[in-house]
């Protein structure tokens, strides 16, 4: 299976956007999702996970009620709806996915990464 990720750019803070990751060379209609992301410096972090079939959902604190997971199994492809955007959020924000229903908030339990996409939040 390999993942894309898209959908980055540089917003400003307040704004939005919204991350697609595109599976391809298999379904990942079984696997559990997430999204991570590294900021310069920084190890990679989770920021939100979801489960096989969407009814379940994990967000770091940083992300919750800010971004919202989802995913479309029929197209094979989970978003990152980004929100009310700030500066700290700006990092490379990698999509990965685990062969297992249930998600998991641990990089080390996914499977499969993709190559990530940027976002910038300028002041």
């Known amino acids: 299976v390999q993942l894309q990720a898209s959908g980055g750019g540089l917003v400003q803070a307040g704004g939005s956007l919204r991350l697609s990751c595109a599976a391809s060379?298999?379904?990942?209609?079984?696997?559990?999702m997430g999204w991570f992301r590294q900021a310069p410096g920084k190890e990679r972090g989770f920021v939100a996970a979801?489960?096989?079939?969407?009814?379940?959902?994990s967000y770091s604190d940083s992300a919750k009620g800010r971004f919202t997971i989802s995913r479309d199994n029929d197209k094979n492809t989970v978003y990152l709806q980004l929100s009310s955007l700030k500066p700290e959020d700006t990092a490379v924000y990698y999509c990965?996915?685990?062969?297992?229903?249930?998600?998991?908030?641990?990089?080390?339990?996914?499977?499969?990464w993709g190559q990530g996409t940027q976002v910038t939040v300028s002041s």
């Open positions: 979801i489960n096989w079939s969407g009814g379940s959902t």
């Open positions: 060379g298999g379904s990942v209609s079984n696997y559990a």
């Open positions: 990965a996915g685990r062969r297992f229903r249930n998600a998991n908030s641990y990089a080390r339990y996914y499977d499969y």
